[in-house]
C-alpha cells in the first residue's frame, strides 16, 4: 500500500505576525491538509486563506456555525478569500484551532476546501465547519493564511501543512 | 540467491529510512497509507471498492465528485456495505444552506445518504467534496458507524453537511459501494485509505 500523509512544512513564529505563507508547495500530492493553532495579540480579527496571491473575487464559502447558543449558516461569494471564522485574543495559553481539507489542489477544476474554526474561551466559544471554493482551475502553489485586518498573531502561532497522495 | 524485480510504481511510492542504529530516531511506522482510488468514467454511476484488506483500524473516504444528472444543481452520493441493499442503514445529519441551519434523520434505508455531491446544473468546473470516516471496519461485534462532511459552494448558492451513519450488521466490512444518480464526471475522484490503530 501506498504511504501517504506527509509533513510538507511547518512554520512556528519567533514574531508577531498577520500571516503565514507556505510557498513553492510541490504538486506531488492529491490533497492537503493545513493544521493551524493560532490566536490574536489583542481584539479579533478574522482568519482567512487565499491562493497563488490571487487578491480578486474568486472565493465563496457557505458555513453552518454553532455558538452554543444556537446554530447558524451563511454565504459569501464574490469574496477575496475564505474565511475560516473569527479569531478571538483569549487568555495565555488558550488558542484557536484551525484545519482545512484542500481536494485536488494540482488539478484541473475549481478548488474546494472544508474548513473547521474550533475555539472554547472557558465560558464562550464556537465551533463553524465551512465548504469553501477558489473559482480557478490554476495549481495551488502558494497559500496564505492571514488575519484579515492584519491584527497581528502571537509568537508561538503555528501553522502546519501536509500533504494526502492517492494511490 | 533470489531476486526480486520492484515494480517502478513501488519505488515511487517507497518511504526512505536512513537507518535503524542507536542514537537515529525510532522508526514509526505510517499509519495513513493509500489503499487504491477509482476515476469516474463518465459511463457508470457506480464505484466500488472490493477486497477491503482487514489490516486497518478505521477507513477514510475522500470524494471530489460530480454527478452528469440533468437539470439538478446537486444529486445523491450513496455509500452502501458489502453490497447489501437491505433497509438496514440508519443516518442523521445537519445541514447549512447558507440561510438557516436544520437536521434530519432517516431510519431503515437501504443505503447511508448523507452528503450531496454537484450535479449538471452546476457551473463547470464545480465539484462536490466530501471525507468519510467508517471506525472500526473489522469490528465482528459492532454494527458500523461512520461519520461525514461534505457538500458544495457554488459562489452564491451552496450546502454544508456534517452526517452520521450507522449500518446495522456486524459483518466485518469487506467492499464500499458509492453511487449517484446518473453517472460519476471523469473528473470524480474517489481515494480510499487506511488508518492504523
Known sequence: MAITYEPIATTTLGSTANNITFNSIPATYTDLIIV??????????????????????????????????????TIR?????????????????????????????????????????????NGSGSIEKSIGLWSATAAINTIKLFTYASVSM????????YGIKAA | MATTSLARSSL???????????????????????????VGTGASGTITFNSIPSTYTHLQIR?????????????????????????NYVSHRLVGDGTSATANASTAQSNINVIPISAALTAANIMGAAIYDI?????????????????????????????????????????LTLFTSSFFTTTTTIALYGIRG
Do not use: C, H
Not at chain 1, 486563506?49 to 456555525?65: A, E, H, I, Q, V
Not at chain 1, 485574543?89 to 474550533?118: C, E, H, P, R, W
Not at chain 2, 515511487?12 to 477509482?38: C, H, R
Open chain 1, 36 to 73: 493551524v493553532t493560532a490566536s490574536v495579540s489583542s481584539g479579533n480579527d478574522t482568519f482567512s486563506m487565499r491562493f497563488n496571491n490571487d487578491t480578486g473575487s474568486n472565493y465563496s464559502f457557505t458555513t453552518l456555525n454553532g455558538n452554543g447558543a444556537s446554530a447558524t449558516s
Open chain 1, 77 to 121: 461569494n464574490a469574496r477575496t478569500a475564505i474565511d475560516f471564522d473569527d479569531i478571538t485574543s483569549m487568555a495565555a495559553g488558550n488558542l484557536s484551532f484551525f484545519t482545512s481539507d484542500i481536494f485536488s489542489y494540482a488539478g484541473s477544476t475549481y478548488k474546494t476546501v472544508l474548513n473547521t474554526a474550533s475555539q472554547d474561551r
Open chain 1, 154 to 161: 502571537p509568537i508561538g502561532t503555528t501553522a502546519t501543512l
Open chain 2, 12 to 38: 515511487k511510492t517507497l518511504t526512505k529510512y536512513d537507518s535503524f542504529l542507536v542514537g537515529n530516531s525510532a522508526y514509526v511506522p505510517p499509519s495513513f497509507e493509500s489503499i487504491a482510488t477509482i
Open chain 2, 63 to 87: 470524494v471530489l465528485a460530480r454527478s452528469t444528472l440533468a437539470g439538478n444543481i446537486s444529486t445523491n452520493l450513496s455509500l452502501r456495505f458489502n453490497g447489501d441493499t437491505g433497509s
Open chain 2, 135 to 175: 471506525l472500526d471496519y473489522t469490528s465482528t461485534t459492532k454494527n458500523k458507524v461512520i461519520k461525514a462532511i461534505g457538500g458544495d459552494d457554488q459562489n452564491g448558492t451552496g450546502e454544508l453537511y456534517i452526517g452520521s451513519g450507522l449500518w446495522l450488521n456486524t459483518a466485518a466490512v469487506t467492499s
